[in-house]
């Protein structure tokens, strides 16, 4: 490109370290109290015990890899049963819809994990190397005796949080004590601490060195909300009408909020001093802003010291800005949220919802599958009968030893079931038994009497039964029986 023309656009911005300011606040209150819950449950959830009988885990959440099921409490799900993770992913996917379209990015700004651990190390560092100003110093000064011991001590502290935060989510794949004594023994197995290594390594980088890249560059999101807002989504903005033309004011100068000409604004910066992605709200929305209010929390506060009106940064919508401009009464926050495109969100979200408990009731604790055994596809018995071999799996997902008995049945002539001749492979009688949570493979074979209409048709539509011998769950499965003209 000629040297004389526009500069090529840049996709990448470099690297600016943001120290924001300490704040006190509703907003900010509320963030410590979502990151004391987030972390709470993250980090502790693997260490509840829950009694699920002899054999089985006694975690409450468990990824059991191995034996291919998930635990939740009183919850199993086996491999079979996927659809109810996906229900869920579809739920988190809708409610994270819902919530963007009523309140922007407020799950970036609250609950995404980047956010809770990068206030967490942000934190940390507040604690050792002072606040914003002392931060700022700290980084522009050369290297000291003092500077590399509050590097070292702060990058030591933020490696600990990391390392618990790769410990953390490796438990929820085994048994946590039990893989805690292995750690410590040296004697777990080598993807464990692998894993463990790759987390801690990219919390320690992503909360401490890349804060606001990973929600600017590397997080999807940012540009996917603006299908989800609209003129009426609430999000945080700035009284522009209100607060310009910004400016220091002298001792009880009127502002615009009193009747007078100037704005509000005394140009303070603590807005943009507060703000983890070291952006200026005042500019307008921005793909950066993550909605997290703690610039509301600064302005509010200078407001109160000037003595003038709260709000010139708040949660509001597009809409109520223009309607304040032209001086009328902006729409009551509720129903900014109750509009029909989240209610629709909100429907959608309730519907999964239902479907999976539904579904989660009325799943049978037991679980048959019937494969007829093709090769021979049927066996002339020497009294001329027919016999037909299936290979059937039972699946018990109970805590205890169950009995099954095993029967099929083919439709008779006026519709009611007509018992079949049965048997199972080195087993006496037609019960078997079924290990806790376990799966059983037993060959069973089904035998039809010769000239019955059974033996010598072609195929015909026969049900396996499957009945607890001591309860009331029963479980059936078609399939067909091979006669000689098959």
């Not at 693997?46 to 468990?62: H, K, N, S």
């Not at 979200?349 to 093709?374: E, K, Q, Y």
Request: aromatic share 10%; with cysteine.
């Amino acid at each position: 490109m000629d040297a004389s023309g526009p500069p090529e656009p840049q996709l990448y911005a470099a690297h600016e370290p943001i120290f924001p300011r300490r704040v006190k606040g509703t907003f900010r209150n509320l963030k410590w109290v979502i990151m004391a819950i987030t972390l709470g449950i993250y980090y502790i959830t693997p260490w509840i015990r829950w009694d699920r009988g002899p054999g089985m885990p006694d975690q409450a959440v468990l990824v059991d890899l191995g034996n291919r099921r998930f635990f939740f409490f009183m919850i199993e799900i086996w491999p079979h049963e996927f659809y109810f993770v996906a229900g869920l992913l579809i739920m988190a996917g809708l409610g994270l819809f819902l919530f963007t379209s009523a309140l922007g990015r407020v799950w970036c700004g609250y609950a995404c994990p980047q956010t809770v651990w990068t206030d967490l190390y942000i934190l940390v560092e507040r604690w050792i190397e002072g606040d914003r100003n002392a931060r700022v110093r700290l980084w522009n000064e050369g290297w000291s005796l003092r500077k590399a011991r509050l590097r070292l001590v702060k990058w030591t502290v933020w490696l600990l949080i990391g390392l618990a935060t790769g410990g953390a989510w490796i438990f929820y794949f085994t048994d946590a004590p039990t893989l805690l004594s292995d750690l410590l023994r040296g004697t777990a197995h080598p993807v464990a601490y692998i894993t463990m290594a790759f987390l801690t390594l990219t919390t320690f980088f992503f909360g401490g060195f890349a804060r606001e890249q990973i929600c600017i560059y590397a997080c999807p999101w940012p540009r996917i909300q603006a299908a989800m807002m609209d003129e009426d989504t609430l999000t945080v903005a700035y009284r522009e009408w209100r607060g310009e033309p910004r400016g220091k004011l002298a001792k009880d100068e009127p502002t615009k909020s009193d009747g007078g000409a100037k704005g509000d604004c005394i140009d303070c910066m603590a807005c943009v001093n507060v703000c983890p992605m070291g952006i200026d709200i005042r500019n307008g929305q921005q793909m950066e802003c993550i909605t997290c209010a703690l610039c509301i929390d600064a302005c509010d506060d200078v407001m109160d010291r000037i003595g003038k009106p709260r709000g010139l940064i708040d949660y509001m919508a597009l809409k109520d800005e223009t309607a304040e401009r032209a001086g009328t009464k902006p729409k009551p926050l509720m129903k900014h949220v109750l509009r029909p495109r989240t209610l629709l969100y909100f429907g959608l979200w309730s519907a999964f919802g239902i479907g999976l408990i539904v579904a989660l009731f009325l799943r049978s604790p037991v679980d048959l599958n019937v494969t007829p055994m093709r090769n021979p596809v049927y066996v002339l018995l020497a009294d001329g009968s027919i016999r037909n071999t299936f290979e059937i799996r039972i699946r018990n997902k109970q805590a205890g030893l169950r009995d099954f008995a095993v029967t099929a049945t083919v439709p008779g002539p006026d519709g009611e079931p007509v018992a079949l001749p049965l048997t199972l492979e080195n087993v006496e009688g037609n019960v078997v038994q079924v290990a806790a949570d376990a799966t059983l493979t037993q060959r069973v074979y089904v035998t039809a009497p010769k000239g019955d209409a059974l033996a010598e048709g072609r195929l015909t539509d026969i049900t396996i039964w499957l009945q607890d011998v001591n309860g009331a769950d029963r479980a059936s499965k078609g399939t067909v029986f091979t006669g000689k003209e098959g």
